[in-house]
């Protein structure tokens, strides 16, 4: 079945065909819808499940860790503020290994108040233990929501779906909607080996000494350094059985590249064109799009690099101090592993349209060795200049 609707809507019918059985809501623009419109589902009796209408984005975590401990399939959604109010709680839910799915509308922070797309919300938050997943487009949202689950459930991590607000968030598109019985045969109902439980007393998140505490932090670095493997592993066979396949990384054109964009989330289709754009000028420039970015996919973005001479990477946020959070986890990829020259590029940020015209130019002044771009910092900024 093929339905238009819009990235929010994608996400909420992602949350009925995983069968969710508690949803913990706080609105916040431009995630509203999702929650919404899970109420309306699960008001309409068409999703069995425990709508929490909670007083802050704190709570809804919060009520998520409880469901989940307790061995429920739950979910939630969120934006900027919302996100960074959960920050404490993001913690519990990563160190008490338990899969929760949040849907994260990407959207700036303030002040100055701003309701438009930029990153920095989220990967501001990513060494939270958070699996980061940036969604491309509605039918990604949709896909991604199930193997996002099925990921989560076998490692016992929580994953963060990102969506571009308004770009994605409240654009409509054609979505293919799977039959809800091949995802029951794909995702089975969720049933955790350890759960807390009044008929079997158990003590969980105690006071842990340093003898036990280092063994434990050092068992989720390995566990979730392994995520990559596994959601390619899960990916792959959700294409097996519907025909879409969703990587930790998607790469265009950079086989024989020696120049390549990286983008995250719905900036990567205007890399693509920008991309095709310089190909037809005679530059040998292709593209990536990095889909997970925690954990950080390093042998595949190394192998996706190894003709590039320069690296474009585009950044919809900014570590304020130093530069792009994008341009600097690829940089430590690359430290001792390529010679190719990583230029930042700082674009987009608070709502601005990201078009393959200026990607291309900006190509063209990073890459051109006879001038040297205006930087601030370690980056270029495209819509601030100097």
């Known amino acids: ?77 969120t934006s900027s503020q919302g996100l960074a109010l959960m920050h404490e709680m993001l913690h519990h839910a990563a160190g008490g290994r338990l899969p929760i799915v949040m849907f994260n509308a990407n959207r700036a922070l303030s002040p100055p108040w701003n309701l438009y797309c930029d990153h920095t ?32 459930e076998q490692v016992m991590l929580p994953v963060m779906l990102n969506l571009d607000g308004f770009y994605l968030t409240h654009t409509s598109e054609i979505v293919d909607v799977p039959d809800l019985s091949d995802v029951d045969a794909f995702l089975p109902p969720y049933r955790p080996a350890e759960m807390v439980d009044p008929d079997r007393p158990s003590t969980y998140g105690a006071v842990c000494g340093a003898d036990l505490y280092t063994p434990l932090k050092f068992r989720r670095q390995r566990d979730m350094l392994g995520v990559t493997e596994v959601w390619s592993e899960v990916s792959t066979e959700f294409a097996a059985r519907f025909g879409r396949e969703h990587p930790p990384v998607e790469a265009y054109l950079s086989a024989d590249a020696q120049v390549v964009i990286i983008a995250i989330g719905t900036a990567a289709g205007a890399a693509r064109m920008a991309a095709d754009t310089l190909r037809a000028e005679g530059m040998a420039v292709g593209s990536l799009r990095l889909s997970l970015m925690r954990p950080f996919p390093t042998a595949t973005v190394l192998k996706a690099l190894s003709t590039a001479k320069h690296i474009v990477v585009l950044d919809r946020d900014i570590s304020f101090g130093t530069e792009g959070i994008v341009a600097q ?30 990607l ?15 930087l601030l910092g370690q980056s270029f900024w495209a819509e601030a200049p100097l």
């Open 121 to 152: 919300d989220s990967l501001s938050q990513r060494d939270t233990g958070w699996v980061q997943y940036y969604c491309a487009d509605a039918q990604d949202v949709l896909d991604a929501t199930l193997i996002a689950y099925k990921t989560a």
């Open 360 to 374: 291309a130019e900006a190509v063209r002044i990073l890459t051109d060795s006879t001038g040297t771009p205006r």
């Open 329 to 358: 986890e690829v940089k430590a990829c690359l430290y001792g592993n390529s010679s190719a020259a990583v230029h930042g590029l700082v674009t987009g940020i608070g709502g601005v349209d990201v078009t393959a015209e200026k």
């Open 1 to 77: 079945m093929k339905k238009v609707i819009m990235g929010t809507e994608a996400a909420a019918l992602a949350g009925v065909l995983a069968r969710v059985q508690v949803v913990a809501a706080y609105p916040i623009t431009p995630q509203t819808v999702i929650v919404e419109q899970l109420s309306d589902y699960i008001g309409r009796g068409e999703l069995d499940a425990e709508f929490l209408s909670v007083e802050s984005e704190h709570s809804a975590m919060a009520a998520c860790v409880g469901a989940s401990a307790t061995g429920s399939r739950a979910l939630t959604a």
